[in-house]
Every structure is written in C-alpha cells, then in structure tokens.
C-alpha cells in the first residue's frame, strides 16, 4: 500500500543515554592544557577509577557459597605477599560466576552468608583494581610526556609526522579505533598507545583495560606502527657516512685517547617465556634460559650503527658475529678499511672495540686477559674498558627505556621479536637525532644481561696483535 501524501510520520521515542560508569572525578587539566593533557587526563581518570572498566554484575551479587576461604590469598595479594593477583582474581570471578546461577533459585541463604557476599565483593574490587593500578607506572598527578612516552613533544611530533599516511590510510576491513567512551583515536592518539605498550612493556589486556579497548585493537595499533617506523624511518639507523665516520673517529680519539676507532660492539639477551618455543631447545642458552640475541654497534653517542638480532640464545657472541653482515663485509675490506698512521711510523686500520667475547681481528680491538701486565698493556685496557662501556650503557639505557623487550616476554613470535627490537633501535636513534646525547640523568647503568656470565674468545689474528701493540705503545706515549 502506498503512503498517503501528507501523512506526519510517528516519531520515534529517543532513546535514554547510557549511564556513565562510575568512577571518581577527572583530575584537573593544568595550565595551558592542550593534547598531551586531554590523553593523560583520560589514562589517569580510568586508573583512578575504583571500579574496573567491566566489572561483572555477578561481583555485587549477595549469594556466594564457598568462597571465604579465599579471604586469606585475597589479603595477601593486597599486601605484595603473593605475586598470583590475577590469579586470585580469576578464581573469585569462576566462584561468581557458578554463584549467580543459584542466587535467583536459593533465597534463604542471604543472612547465612551475608558475611560471604561482603567478603567476596570487597575482594573482588580491591582485587580488581589491584590489577589496574599495581603495576601501573601512571600515578594520579599530572605528569609531562616525556616521562611517559620517553621523548620530548617535538621528537613526538616528528614521529607523528612519520608515520601519519600509514595510520589515517583506510585498508580493507579498517575501521576506526576507538576508546571506551567511542571517541576516535587521532594519529597523536595511536602513536601514543602504541609508544606506552613499547615503553611499558605491560600486557595488550592490561593496556587495554587503561583506555577501555579490546585488547585486539591495541595489537593492532601498535603492529600499525611498528610497520610505518620500519618503513619510513630506516634512514635513521644506518652505516655512517665518511663525514659521520671522521666525526666518531674524533670523538673517540678525544675522549678516550684511541685513534681512528669507530664503534663499540656487544651484545644482549632478550628473554622469552620457557613455552614460546616448546618443540625446539635451540633457543635455549647457556644460562638455561630462553632467548633471542641482539648485537649492536653504537657511536660515542650510544647511536646505533648496526645492528643484528633474531639468533637464538644457543649462539655465543663469536658465532653470532661471523654470521653477521658487518663481519662479511668488514673481512672484505666494505667496511673499515680506512689506515691511519700514528707517530712512530706504523699504520692502524680503522677498528671497533669489543670484550673478550669476541676474536681478536684487524678491525675488531679486544682487551688484553692476565694479571700484572706491563704497563702499556694495563693503560690500553683502561681506555678498552672506558670505550666499550659506551655500548654497554647503550644497551642497557635501550632496554630500560623500551620495556618491552627487558625481562621475560610472554611468548612473543620469534619472527615479530626482532622487529620490535629492531623499532625501538630505531627511536632511539630519532631520540638521539632530535634531542642530541642523551644526558646522565636519562641513561641506564649496571649489567644489560643481568645473570650472565663473560664469555671468552682464545683467536687472535697476527696482524690484529700486531696493532694492538702499537695502540698500547702509543696511548703510552701521548700521556
């Protein structure tokens, strides 16, 4: 039948908006507020929330059987006596859960087991929002981004501007991300969260319950970004050029007295979970643990120059190196091949320094081993010692500022694993290039491969000897 001409359509009612969900008021924006404090005030209003983001309706329930003997581990999580919070937090959830089924069936027992139904739904909140907030790095109070996303606004930007065509471009199946109040993440807005998951090391589902997303949209956004960074900043992780190379020759002449050297080298564990890789024990490494190397050679500003990772831990830091591409090319003279004469009349070639894991090559400088070395040898190591600490404090600074790959990753995809490494190499070579030498109160000291031991190397080439005595004469000399 055909609508007759003139006929008012009904109106539909509207529909009531959704109750907010509760929580405790905002913090303040401070002066001055502008992108950084919108998305900060948004992480910090959901962790100061007493309630989590979904808390099951089962939790406010008031019939619980069975349930007061877990008072006791409830209590000792809240006081970091046992580390297994959310696993008592399952627990009391599963309980909940076979609860609410009898709750509508048995009415009786609401005065029996009153003090059940307080003890469980205050657990289950404290217990809830101990997983929110323990391991949360964000306190209440206001704090600038570069104590968050470790990087100043302008690195931040720069970043943005890299990777903005890749996280706006709409591909098959895209959709928009979302926060929890539906408001659509920015490019700012996905480059941030993608930074926290790298820079936190926290899990997609602990991140995600940060900003009220599925933890799948976290994945999502972070690999997004890692693919642009991978694509669009490559040119910030690179060999250096002659000019780069006579500057980094300089500078490690003058600040640890050894001519014509060009890098420092080492190398670190990334561990992974004992499951990731259950079929294969080639990941398994000296120290009984499971994990993936990363080899690094940095300039006197703990840039990186090269670098190699995805072996497994089973490889120690020589054979690493001879499957590397800088060995290749630097035993076919492509690299370091440059000479520099020093005043007594011998010739040095230009050479990186590394411990005594490695062999002793033209191009590759180790210390001398043994007690009671003349002192030429003594004064060498010294400088050695000094030189080679760049790379260790490179290393250590990279894996306290991305903490993604410090400590043991929950099994992380052995082909996905170098690329993240390979990411946060590369800002912080954007970090470096932006915002100069990182000053001492940003850089990480002591032991990168916590719980390792030192590994030794007995090859030495006969001309690699050769010069490392003429380095040691020399640097006696010209003191």
Partial sequence: MAPVRGARKRKRPEKPAPAPAPGLPLPPLPDGSDWWSVFYRRVAGRLSSPYPPSLPASLCSVEF???RFLAPFVAMSLKEQWPCSSIVFMILLLYSLWDLLTVFSVTTQVQRNFLDAIVLYMSGILTAKLILTRHSPFPREHQNMESVLKMSRKTFDYVCSLVKKDLTTKTYGF????????????????????????????????????????????????????????????????????????????????????PNCCGAIDTTHILMCSSAQPNSKVWLDNEN??????????????????????????????????????????????????????????????????????????????????????????????????ATAVVQTALATLKGR???IQGELWRPDKHRLPRIIFVCCLITNIIIDMEGTPSKDKLFSGNHDHGYKQQFSNVADDNAVMQRDDLSQHVTAGE
Avoid at 182 to 189: A, N, P
């Fill in 175 to 258: 959709r928009n991300f979302r926060f929890g109040d539906k408001t659509i993440l920015g490019v700012e807005d996905q480059v941030a969260v993608a930074l926290m998951r790298l820079t936190t090391g926290e899990s997609l589902q602990n991140i995600g319950m940060w900003f009220g997303m599925n933890h799948s949209a976290i994945s999502n956004i972070t690999w997004r970004f890692i693919e642009s960074v991978e694509e669009r900043a490559i040119c910030h992780l690179k060999w250096p050029s002659p000019e780069e190379m006579a500057t980094i020759k300089a500078r490690f002449g003058k600040i640890y007295g050894l």
């Fill in 402 to 404: 991305w903490r993604v």
């Fill in 289 to 386: 643990k499971n994990s993936m190397v990363l080899q690094a050679v940095v300039d006197a500003d703990m840039r990186f120059r090269d670098i190699v990772s995805g072996w497994p831990g089973s490889m120690d830091d020589s054979c690493i190196l001879r499957t590397s591409g800088l060995y290749r090319l630097c035993e076919k003279g492509l690299r370091l091949e440059g000479q520099m004469e020093l005043p007594g009349g011998s010739a040095v070639r230009e050479y990186i320094v590394g411990d005594a894991s490695y062999p002793l090559l033209p191009w590759l400088m180790t210390p001398y081993r043994g007690h009671g070395l003349p002192a030429a040898k003594a004064e060498f190591n010294k400088r050695h010692t000094a």
């Fill in 65 to 67: 059987n069975h349930v």
